[in-house]
């Protein structure tokens, strides 16, 4: 009873030690742009090796799928699989935290396999990562035997989660490219029904073999300055009392800084000076790129374009330190989660 008492405190103190060294890890990670000057928006940061030189070889991709340690995340109609089960995840901060469950490809009956798309997602430390889109069972918990072993979730609610940014990076890998498959079923050549290959990375026409490559569509995404001062604006889908950096998709023949003073002039009547880049976010909603830049604008001049923005303003770096921190009641700005957050709070710390 004695020893059984000793493994048990020792088991405890180690398992308390993992937790408390994964929280100290997700706590550097939270505050690194404080140490380094990297910015932390959330779905980048990928630790994966895509390498793209191995997946297009098929034997390399059969062989890699058979390994032993080789796992699997499962999604279900652009939701990722989340447990709380130790054996399942790779890490949580905490024994309740839901972060994504992996499997072996053994845990799935063949008939599911052969009826899901299966994409690689890359290499960690030799061992391989894989996701099985599994949405063509109406059932998936009964079906795929997932029951019991966590839940479905939003890739947006689990953003605001305290899960390890990295893997929440290869869920967003993920979701993207299950996304463009799911939007590119058929060839834009010749409307005929288009194959996955390589992996996921490209799709080939099974009538006139025309080749197809998973796309990202870049986004901009603003803050214009004029001296103490940045234009945030709301549109009507925003909650109440939110105020965004405004955006838009880059069109054909366009740089990133035309797109900006497009966007800024179009939307908010706002000429441009100057535009500077600050950093970029992948954003798996669909299979987006946001690219954070700063525009100094010519004056404080504007007239809204009403079917756009539903409400604009200046407003003041002392207004938006408050709002950054929470304390302002008639305003408030995106979460930090959003790439908008980060560009907001350069402003206000002087950057
Ligand atoms: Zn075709």
Not at 81 to 93: E, H
Not at 156 to 172: K, N, T, W, Y
Not at 211 to 225: C, G, K
Request: with cysteine.
């Amino acid at each position: 009873m004695k020893l059984y008492n000793i493994i048990k405190s020792v088991y405890t103190f180690i398992e308390k030690t993992q937790y408390l060294i994964r929280l100290i890890r997700l706590i550097i990670i939270q505050y690194r742009e404080v140490f380094m000057n990297v910015y932390p928006n959330i779905f980048s940061n990928n630790p994966l090796d895509r390498v793209s030189y191995l997946r297009s070889n098929p034997d390399w991709i059969k062989e890699t799928v058979a390994k032993d340690d080789t796992v699997f995340t499962p999604f279900w109609r652009g939701k990722p699989f989340v447990s709380t089960i130790s054996g399942l995840v790779s890490g949580n901060s905490s024994p309740d935290q839901q972060s994504p469950a992996w499997f072996p490809l053994s845990f799935f009956e063949e008939k599911i396999i052969s009826s899901s798309m299966v994409i690689f997602l890359g290499l960690l430390n030799k061992k391989a990562y894989f996701s099985i889109d599994i949405s063509k069972i109406s059932d998936p918990e009964n079906e795929a035997g997932l029951k019991d072993l966590g839940i479905f979730e939003d890739l947006m609610v689990l953003s605001s989660q305290a899960i390890d940014p990295g893997e929440l990076a290869i869920l967003g890998q993920a979701k993207a490219i299950f996304e463009w498959h799911n939007s590119h079923k058929f060839c834009s050549r010749c409307g005929s029904e288009s194959l996955l290959s390589e992996a996921g990375y490209k799709r080939i026409c099974g009538t006139c073999s025309s080749e197809h490559f998973p796309r990202t569509d870049p986004v901009v995404i603003m803050l214009a300055t004029y001296n103490d001062g940045a234009f945030l604006g709301r549109q009507k889908r925003f909650p109440p009392g939110m105020y965004s950096a405004l955006a838009g998709f880059i069109e054909h023949g366009e740089s990133i800084e035309e797109a900006v003073a497009r966007e800024l002039n179009e939307e908010a009547g706002i000429s441009t000076k100057e535009v500077s880049y600050h950093s970029s976010q992948p954003w798996a909603f669909p299979f987006s790129l946001m690219i954070g830049c700063i525009a100094e604008a010519n004056s404080e001049n504007f007239e809204l374009d009403e079917i756009e923005i539903d409400e604009g303003r200046w407003f003041s770096r002392s207004e938006l330190k408050k709002a950054i921190e929470g304390n302002n009641s008639n305003f408030f700005v995106p979460p930090s989660m959003a790439i908008a957050h980060h560009l907001i709070k350069n402003f206000v710390n002087g950057q």
